[in-house]
């Protein structure tokens, strides 16, 4: 009876193993530096993944030119499953819309595996702002055109065309400053050298709580838990805004030339992360909203649609092209 039990025992773990995409450790590379909330994921799902796939979960953050380095070294990798991106969408949808140049084609040189969460936004300003809410903002700006300077991240970034896609939906007139990076933008924005801008909720969400900011809206669908005194976009009264709700989602990709089969295997194991109470409750804890289980078509065409909306945006504000 002891043998045959042994027997079984190795029978499924030989199975478990049969069924797992990997046979070595499998690395997820991070274009951003640790910290940032594609890392923060990563690590999250980490050993959870571990366990399941029977294989070391190794993350590895290749942090240089707008997130293109980890796009170039993912795409021209082994297309075998052990090499895997997490990311937001700046490199693959919001870079093309800016730069002249691309070293890799966003659609076809990765493949989209799955989308795990999403982070929305929120517009916030100086506390010492003569408005409180985003009606009296439009209304300031509308009497005040050209008067209030917003700043953001970067030029092309995700903070620079997001406000710009609130500015051609509401008709505002606000000038852009781009800085080298968000907190140099938000802490200017504390201090008062410039009025507004749209941010991660994460990080602004904390500055807000502080006194340090003050918010206006979030662009979630409905209000978020971590914050429930902010209002939506959409529930602002702001006409053109009735129907304005985006995040910034956060997903796995994989080489361009991997095997729809072996993306649909990846795409398995990290749906039933999803459906697990612990790692929806990691995410939600760094104020990340899980999303759903999506097969890999859906997000690779939610890619399309972000990468047609910020081309799109970017043309619509004059955006200038980078080298």
């Known amino acids: 009876m002891r043998r045959l039990l042994s027997v079984f025992l190795l029978a499924c773990s030989l199975t478990a193993h049969a069924q797992s995409f990997a046979t070595k450790p499998v690395r997820i590379i991070i274009p951003w530096p640790v910290g940032n909330t594609a890392d923060l994921i990563a690590r999250a799902m980490q050993d959870l993944l571990a366990t399941n796939i029977g294989q070391p979960v190794i993350v590895e953050n290749r942090v240089g030119a707008a997130g293109m380095l980890a796009v170039e070294y993912v795409a ?5 499953g052990h090499v895997l991106m997490l990311t937001n969408p700046s490199p693959l949808t919001l ?27 929120m517009l916030v300003g100086n506390p010492q702002l003569p408005f409180n809410t985003l009606q009296e903002l439009v209304a300031y700006v509308k009497a005040n055109p050209g008067k209030l300077y917003y700043g953001s991240a970067g030029r092309g970034t995700f903070t620079h065309l997001t406000m710009e896609l609130v500015k051609q939906a509401v008709g505002l007139d ?3 400053v781009p800085y080298k990076g968000a907190v140099a933008s938000l802490t200017d ?12 909720f994460a990080s602004s ?10 918010a206006f809206a979030i662009s979630s669908p409905q209000r978020s838990p971590f914050a429930p005194q902010v209002p939506t976009f959409m529930e602002s009264g702001v006409r053109g805004l009735e129907n304005f709700e985006f995040s910034a989602w956060q997903g796995l990709f994989a080489p361009g030339s991997t095997s729809p ?8 194991e990290v749906s039933k992360l999803l459906q697990t109470t612990q790692f929806r ?8 909203t899980p999303y759903p289980p999506l097969k890999p078509s859906v997000f690779q065409a939610m890619v399309a649609d972000d990468l047609a909306r910020w081309t799109k945006t970017a043309r619509e504000a004059n955006v200038e092209m980078l080298d």
């Not at 924005?189 to 991660?200: H, I, P």
């Not at 904390?206 to 340090?212: D, E, N």
């Open 76 to 80: 021209k990798s082994a297309p075998d």
């Open 261 to 268: 089969a072996l993306v649909e295997r990846i795409n398995a």
């Open 174 to 176: 606000i000038v852009h």
């Open 189 to 200: 924005v504390v201090s008062g050298q410039t009025a507004l801008m749209l941010d991660g």
């Open 205 to 214: 969400n904390t500055m807000v709580k502080a006194g340090r900011l003050k």
């Open 281 to 288: 409750e990691r995410l939600m804890g760094q104020s990340i």
């Open 95 to 121: 870079n093309p819309a800016v730069y002249k140049k691309m070293p890799y084609d966003p659609l076809k040189d990765v493949a989209a595996v799955s989308v795990i969460g999403g982070v929305p936004v």
